[in-house]
C-alpha cells in the first residue's frame, strides 16, 4: 500500500468512527425512559412492558421514576434533556393536556418542548352508581340518571380525587353536556373517593376503569357508561356517554415523547421500535390485564391528538375554576 492509499485509508477509517460516536446507539449507551410518576401504576407497569420488548432493537432501556407536581417535575426532566434520543419520556393526560391549565405555573411548555413519538395506551373511565343507590333511585341507563337530576334538582351529588382530578373534570363537563347539576365532593385522592361511592356518600364518580372494575364485577358498583367516544371491549355491553351526549369523550391516555429537536431519524428508528413492541400480541395480553388498550401510531398523530386534547382541556378546567398554586 502506498502512502498516499495509507493516508487515505485511515481517513476513511477515522471517519466512520466518528459517524458511530455521534449515533446515540451505537455508544451502547442505556436509553433513560422518564416515567413521571411513581413506581407500581399502570403507567410504570407499561412502559416496563415496553422497555422489556424493545432491548433487542434499542438495546437497554431504563426506567427512572421521578413523580411529583402531578407529574411535572418528571416532564420537566424529558423537556430539559439532550435531544440525542437517550432520554425520551411519558406524556399522559395530566401533564400535557391538564395541567397546564391547571398549574398557575408551569415549568415547561406541553405544546412546543417534546416530539412526539408514538401514543401507548388509552385507559377508558367509567362513570359509575353505588348498586344500591342506583336500584333504589330506579336507575339503569345514563338517559335515565339525566332524567333524575332534572327532575330533582341538586339532589344528586358526584365525589372525585380532589379539584381538578380527572374523575372532577369528567364530572364538571358531564353536567354541563347534560345540562344537569350535582354537588362536586372532593376527596383526597381516588381512593378515598370510590370508599365513599361505596358506602354511599355520593351518588356516583368518574372512576378509571383499572380501578373500578373489580367492584363492577362484584355487583357492588354499576357501571352506567363509559366515557371513550366508542364502547370498550373492557366493559362489553356498557354504551359510551357519547351515545347519549354526542362527541363526549374523556379518557386517560399517556404515550412516549422526546426532548423538543430530537432529530428526525431518531425519533422514526424510537417510533419504529416502540410501534413493533406495542403491536406484539405479548403486548396486547399484558396491558389487557390492566384494562389499557394499546394504541400505535405515528409521531404526527400523536402529536396531533396531544394538540387537541390540550385545546379540550383548556375550556373543561376553565369551567370548573380548578386551580393548583
Not at 358531564?174 to 361505596?198: D, R, S
Not at 364518580?205 to 357508561?225: C, E, H, V, W, Y
Not at 422514526?268 to 396491558?287: C, Q
Request: net charge positive; charged share 15%; proline share 7%.
Amino acid at each position: 500500500m502506498t502512502i498516499r492509499r495509507r493516508q487515505l485509508h485511515l481517513l476513511l477509517t477515522a471517519a466512520t468512527l466518528l459517524c458511530a460516536h455521534s449515533s446515540p446507539w451505537a455508544q451502547q449507551r442505556p436509553i433513560r425512559l422518564v416515567v413521571p410518576y411513581a413506581p407500581g401504576g399502570p403507567i410504570d407497569v407499561t412502559a416496563r412492558v415496553l422497555a422489556e420488548r424493545v432491548k433487542d432493537s434499542l438495546g437497554t432501556v431504563i426506567i427512572d421514576n421521578k413523580p411529583g407536581a402531578g407529574g411535572n417535575i418528571g416532564a420537566d426532566a424529558v423537556a430539559k434533556a439532550a435531544p440525542d434520543g437517550l432520554t425520551i419520556g411519558i406524556a399522559a393526560t395530566a401533564t400535557n393536556a391538564v395541567n397546564p391549565w391547571l398549574y398557575a405555573k408551569m415549568p415547561f411548555n406541553a405544546a412546543t418542548d417534546f416530539a412526539p413519538i408514538t401514543q401507548m395506551v388509552r385507559v377508558p373511565n367509567v362513570l359509575v352508581m353505588n348498586a344500591e343507590t342506583a336500584a333504589r333511585l330506579k336507575i339503569e341507563t345514563l338517559p335515565q340518571l339525566i332524567a333524575y337530576a332534572k327532575a330533582n334538582p341538586a339532589k344528586l351529588n358526584y365525589g372525585s380525587g380532589g379539584n381538578g382530578s380527572a374523575g372532577h373534570l369528567a364530572g364538571e363537563l358531564f353536567k354541563k353536556e347534560a345540562g344537569i347539576f350535582a354537588v362536586h365532593i372532593p376527596y383526597n385522592g381516588g381512593n378515598p373517593a370510590q370508599l365513599a361511592l361505596l358506602s354511599g356518600q355520593v351518588d356516583f364518580n368518574f372512576d378509571n376503569l383499572a380501578t373500578a372494575a373489580p367492584n363492577i364485577r362484584s355487583g357492588k358498583l354499576k357501571a352506567i357508561a363509559v366515557t371513550t367516544a366508542e364502547a370498550s371491549t373492557s366493559l362489553p355491553g356498557v354504551p359510551p356517554v357519547a351515545a347519549t351526549l354526542k362527541g363526549f369523550s374523556i379518557d386517560t391516555w399517556w404515550g412516549l415523547v422526546a426532548p423538543a429537536g430530537t432529530p428526525a431519524d431518531v425519533v422514526a428508528k424510537l417510533n419504529r421500535a416502540f410501534v413493533d413492541a406495542l403491536n406484539a400480541p405479548e403486548t396486547k395480553s399484558r396491558f389487557a390485564g390492566l384494562l389499557a388498550e394499546p394504541v400505535a401510531n405515528t409521531p404526527e398523530q400523536f402529536g396531533a391528538f396531544m394538540k387537541s386534547e390540550l385545546a379540550k382541556y383548556e375550556k373543561v378546567v376553565k369551567a370548573t375554576g380548578a386551580k393548583v398554586d
